[in-house]
């Protein structure tokens, strides 16, 4: 009964070591080396891969920016902090007001082709309901204010801020019209955080103008 029984075990390992070289192939087979990383545009992500990448971009850039202004020793309740007065409302819908205003006037006097960004906005909202607008539109201005004006803005003023605000928006970076008002608008929403001294202010601009465009894009393309 025991040699029957070492002999089956014998055989199971035999089978296993015989099946070893099949798996070291399989394993072979796999290498890091033939892994390819290639450029994909807007056009070849559907919509969920789209909204994937753009709230999995904003949550990072939210983590970075909580990350930073705790490494400038700033109070993250603080800086969110709702004023007493509301001027900073005030301010943020005039500046947003203003953007709105100038970017229509572009528009209307600019060929499209100097204005394009590479049909990002258009995908993004062309067919989407207003309340995700308003949702993206309000993710996108608590997540971006943060680390712009909260963090770097506080470490390198609102000048440079804009240099980097603009040179993350790579997809306007083809034409300077719209590298220069995006510049121009980080250096506004920088401004109006200064006068105010609420990050609220320029969370309402930016939430404003996200959203306000956002709703131009989809009802002009149903039209």
Same mark, same amino acid.
């Given at each position: 009964?025991?040699?029957?029984?070492?002999?089956s075990?014998?055989?199971?390992?035999?089978?296993?070591?015989?099946?070893?070289p099949?798996?070291?192939?399989?394993?072979k087979?796999?290498?890091?080396?033939?892994?390819?990383?290639r450029?994909?545009?807007?056009?070849?992500?559907?919509?969920?891969m789209?909204?994937?990448?753009?709230?999995?971009?904003?949550?990072?850039?939210?983590?970075?920016g909580?990350i930073?202004?705790?490494f400038?020793h700033?109070?993250p309740?603080?800086?969110?902090?709702?004023p007493?007065d509301?001027k900073?409302i005030i301010?943020?819908?005039?500046?947003?007001?203003?953007?709105?205003?100038v970017?229509?006037?572009?528009?209307r006097?600019?060929?499209?082709?100097?204005?394009?960004d590479?049909?990002?906005?258009?995908?993004?909202?062309?067919?989407?309901?207003?309340?995700?607008?308003?949702?993206?539109?309000?993710v996108?201005?608590?997540?971006?204010?943060l680390?712009?004006?909260?963090?770097?803005?506080?470490?390198?003023?609102?000048?440079?801020? &804009?240099?980097?605000?603009?040179? @993350?928006?790579?997809?306007?970076?083809?034409? $300077?019209? =719209?590298t220069?008002?995006? /510049?121009? *608008? &980080?250096?506004g929403?920088?401004? @109006?955080?200064?006068?105010t001294?609420s990050? $609220?202010? =320029?969370?309402i601009?930016? /939430?404003? *103008?996200?959203?306000?465009m956002?709703?131009i894009?989809?009802?002009?393309?149903?039209?």
């Amino acid at each position: 009964m025991l040699s029957k029984c070492v002999t089956s075990i014998g055989e199971k390992v035999e089978k296993e070591n015989t099946n070893i070289p099949d798996r070291r192939e399989e394993m072979k087979k796999f290498d890091i080396k033939n892994i390819r990383i290639r450029k994909v545009t807007v056009d070849q992500l559907d919509d969920r891969m789209l909204l994937i990448n753009l709230y999995t971009t904003q949550g990072l850039t939210f983590i970075i920016g909580l990350i930073w202004i705790l490494f400038q020793h700033q109070n993250p309740i603080h800086l969110f902090a709702i004023p007493s007065d509301y001027k900073f409302i005030i301010w943020g819908l005039a500046f947003a007001g203003l953007v709105i205003a100038v970017d229509l006037i572009i528009s209307r006097w600019v060929p499209e082709e100097a204005a394009d960004d590479g049909g990002v906005n258009d995908r993004i909202f062309r067919e989407r309901p207003i309340w995700h607008i308003a949702l993206l539109s309000f993710v996108v201005a608590i997540c971006e204010e943060l680390l712009f004006r909260g963090a770097i803005q506080h470490a390198i003023g609102p000048y440079w801020t &804009s240099i980097v605000f603009a040179a @993350i928006h790579v997809r306007y970076l083809r034409h $300077w019209i =719209p590298t220069g008002l995006v /510049f121009s *608008i &980080s250096y506004g929403l920088g401004w @109006i955080y200064i006068q105010t001294g609420s990050i $609220w202010a =320029p969370i309402i601009a930016h /939430f404003v *103008i996200d959203f306000i465009m956002g709703l131009i894009i989809r009802f002009r393309r149903e039209s």
